[in-house]
Nanobody, 125 residues
C-alpha cells in the first residue's frame, strides 16, 4: 500500500522560500516517480514538477522553472520541493503523487494512482 505524507507548507511573504517534503512508504523511489501538483481555489489541479524513478530526471512546468527545485533522498524515501522567490500566485494546496515508472504525462492527475493529503502554501504580504 502506497502512502504519501506532505509537510512543510505555511504562510510566507512574497520573495520568501519554503521547502516541502513528501515522505513515501510502501514503494521505493527507484521504482516510482513522484510529482508535485498544486490546486488553487476554483482551479484545476496542475502538475508542476516530477522526479523520475530510474535516473532521477527532473521536470518542471514553465511557471515554476528556475524558482522551484525537486530532489529526492532515496535512503529516506522522501522527495522535496524547494520553492524560492515565492509569488502570490503560488498560493495553493500542494500535493505529492506517485506513479509507477517514468514521469511521462506528469501534468495530468489521472496518470497518478496515489496521493498525499496536501499541504497549504499561502504567499501574501
Amino acid at each position: 500500500q502506497v502512502q504519501l505524507v506532505e509537510s512543510g507548507g505555511g504562510s510566507v511573504q512574497p520573495g520568501a522560500s519554503l521547502r516541502l517534503a513528501c515522505l513515501v512508504s510502501g514503494v521505493t523511489l527507484d521504482s516510482y516517480s513522484i510529482a508535485w501538483f498544486r490546486q488553487a481555489p476554483g482551479k484545476e489541479r496542475d502538475g508542476i514538477s516530477c522526479i523520475s524513478n530510474n535516473y532521477g530526471n527532473t521536470y518542471y512546468e514553465d511557471s515554476v522553472k528556475g524558482r522551484f527545485t525537486i530532489s529526492r533522498d532515496i535512503a529516506a524515501n522522501t522527495v522535496y520541493l524547494q520553492m524560492n522567490r515565492l509569488k502570490p500566485e503560488d498560493t495553493a494546496v500542494y500535493y505529492c503523487a506517485a506513479k509507477a515508472n517514468s514521469c511521462s504525462g506528469y501534468g495530468s492527475p489521472a496518470r497518478f494512482q496515489d496521493w498525499g493529503q496536501g499541504t497549504q502554501v499561502t504567499v501574501s504580504s
